[in-house]
């Protein structure tokens, strides 16, 4: 005898349920944490940026004394491992997706990669005719600017709204914290830019238990 449990659905639509109910579980199984994807890059950016305010102030100003290398060591430290985190996330949860969904990841990260890798060639050639705080402020504007409008990308790429939204807010921050200037500019993304990310880290999370 079966069990009444094990039976097959009578219906169409008890059937379609079934699938989707299946699916759903299926995909979240394999989503990873939205927390560690998103509190790391937090981190990196409230810290990091953060450092470069007390060190770098607006007017040539020094709040905290600290050498002039170390913001910059910590903020490329602290994104390397935010890198890193994503990176083993995402290979655990997505390892063994095919078809469509992984030929798209292949082709997000090459865009981020290669992306960067050509606007900071354009950087080093150009910032170095600028005085030092514009040269920073260059430099940080448009790597921010670049995970903006990438993040917005990915958001269109897999109708993510929460990735979209997030692309958003980051470049509003930084076209603001731009025209603030030298020094603003590094206090705007630290606090609106790595708390809104670590905000959006938490939300997510949030959703997700609420979904299951």
Same mark, same amino acid.
């Given at each position: 005898?079966t +069990?009444?449990?094990?039976l097959?659905?009578?219906?169409?639509a008890?059937?379609?349920?079934? *699938?989707?109910?299946q699916?759903?579980?299926?995909?979240r199984?394999?989503? +990873?944490?939205?927390? @560690?994807?998103?509190?790391p890059?937090?981190v990196?950016?409230?810290v990091g940026?953060?450092l !470069?305010?007390?060190? !770098?102030a607006?007017?040539?100003r020094?709040?905290?004394?600290? +050498?002039?290398?170390?913001?910059?060591t $910590?903020?490329?430290?602290l994104?390397?491992?935010?890198?890193? *985190?994503? #990176? $083993? #996330?995402g290979a655990?949860?997505?390892?063994?997706?095919t078809g469509?969904s992984a030929?798209?990841g292949r082709?997000y /990260?090459?865009a981020?990669?290669l992306?960067? =890798?050509s =606007?900071?060639?354009?950087? /080093?050639? *150009?910032?170095?005719?600028l005085?030092?705080d514009?040269?920073a402020?260059?430099?940080?504007?448009?790597a =921010?600017? &670049?995970?903006g #409008?990438?993040?917005?990308a /990915? %958001?269109? *790429?897999?109708?993510?709204r929460?990735?979209?939204?997030l692309?958003?807010?980051?470049?509003?921050?930084?076209? @603001?914290g731009?025209f603030? %200037?030298?020094?603003?500019h590094? &206090? $705007? $993304?630290? =606090?609106?830019g790595?708390?809104?990310i670590?905000v959006? /880290?938490l939300? #997510?999370?949030?959703?997700?238990?609420?979904?299951?």
């Amino acid at each position: 005898m079966t +069990p009444d449990d094990d039976l097959p659905p009578t219906d169409a639509a008890a059937a379609l349920r079934l *699938i989707e109910d299946q699916r759903s579980q299926t995909a979240r199984r394999l989503e +990873p944490d939205p927390r @560690v994807l998103y509190w790391p890059w937090g981190v990196a950016w409230l810290v990091g940026f953060g450092l !470069f305010f007390l060190r !770098f102030a607006p007017d040539d100003r020094v709040l905290v004394r600290l +050498p002039g290398w170390l913001p910059l060591t $910590v903020l490329f430290v602290l994104l390397l491992a935010a890198a890193a *985190i994503q #990176a $083993v #996330a995402g290979a655990k949860a997505y390892g063994q997706v095919t078809g469509d969904s992984a030929t798209r990841g292949r082709w997000y /990260g090459c865009a981020w990669a290669l992306g960067s =890798v050509s =606007v900071y060639a354009g950087l /080093g050639r *150009i910032s170095e005719h600028l005085p030092h705080d514009l040269a920073a402020l260059l430099w940080s504007a448009t790597a =921010v600017g &670049l995970t903006g #409008a990438l993040h917005m990308a /990915g %958001g269109a *790429i897999w109708l993510d709204r929460d990735l979209f939204r997030l692309g958003v807010w980051i470049s509003v921050i930084n076209v @603001v914290g731009t025209f603030a %200037g030298p020094g603003w500019h590094s &206090l $705007v $993304v630290s =606090v609106a830019g790595g708390g809104g990310i670590l905000v959006a /880290g938490l939300l #997510a999370h949030l959703r997700r238990r609420r979904a299951r």
